[in-house]
């Protein structure tokens, strides 16, 4: 496939040509395409690639209503969210998820680098005693907040928004997590959060890792989501099946409109 960044799409391609070497494109393309989708966002779009990464019983839930959701999946499934993590460039969820779960958001079962570690907390009020703050990787631990919001003892890494309304919009901050460089961002929670990403339309996949206990009554991924009307309905494409143990694992694309 050509390079799709404009400063060199089929440059390279003509140099090789000048100097007598026969060159062919499209060969396994749809492939290099997946293998590059990351930087070809990043450079088409000017956005990071979003996936969405759901743990979550089979009827739906990715907590109970006093927010336990450790741990829904199997060890295999968080062994493969471990791996998942290792190839994005920056794990990102918000206040809520921050403060229930406490996660670490590092890759710990396989060998793999650890992301940056992204929080949204827009009054920047997050306690210092959490793991996002306190482990020995607290350095790559940025709280995405407003403006004017004061230094905390929680954290040294701050990303301010350019305004300090009441609800930030998604694709303000996916602008200004490209503007660092940030070509690929995997969230990791909450509802909240993965309902805001969906209506705006800002993610490329979903991950489901499905466990086969009920829950009933709790948390769905979506719960702040309400349409009116079946016309309004997300769909998504299939991508594919894996399982993990006693786990399944769906992968959904994006469904491109025309």
């Known amino acids: 496939m050509k390079d799709p960044f404009e400063k060199v799409n089929g440059k390279g391609i003509e140099i090789l040509k000048k100097n007598g070497i026969n060159v062919s494109c499209g060969i396994l393309e749809n492939e290099c395409r997946d293998l590059n989708k990351f930087f070809i966002k990043y450079v088409t779009k000017k956005l990071p690639y979003v996936t969405l990464k759901i743990a979550q019983s089979i009827d739906g839930k990715i907590a109970l209503n006093n927010f336990e959701s ?79 919001t004061a230094e905390s003892k929680a954290n040294k890494y701050l990303i301010r928004m350019s305004d300090d309304s009441k609800e930030f919009r998604i694709k303000d901050i996916l602008k200004l997590l490209y503007k660092f460089k940030l070509n690929s961002i995997l969230v990791e929670g909450g509802s909240k959060l993965f309902s805001q990403i969906i209506k705006e339309g800002l993610f490329d996949e979903i991950y489901f890792f499905i466990a086969p206990v009920i829950i009933g009554k709790g948390i769905s991924p979506f719960d702040s989501i309400e349409i009116n009307s079946l016309k309004e309905k997300e769909v998504l494409l299939k991508e594919g099946i894996t399982i993990f143990e006693n786990d399944i694992l769906i992968k959904y694309r994006k469904c491109l409109q025309e």
């Open 70 to 148: 450790k741990y829904i999946t199997g060890e295999a499934s968080r062994k493969a969210v471990h791996s998942l993590r290792s190839e994005y460039d920056a794990v990102l969820i918000g206040k809520n998820t921050a403060l229930k779960d406490n996660p670490s958001l590092t890759v710990r079962d396989i060998k793999g680098r650890d992301p940056i570690r992204l929080v949204i907390d827009r009054k920047n009020t997050l306690p210092a005693i959490l793991n996002l703050f306190t482990d020995s990787n607290h350095d790559k631990t940025f709280v995405i907040t407003g403006k004017s």
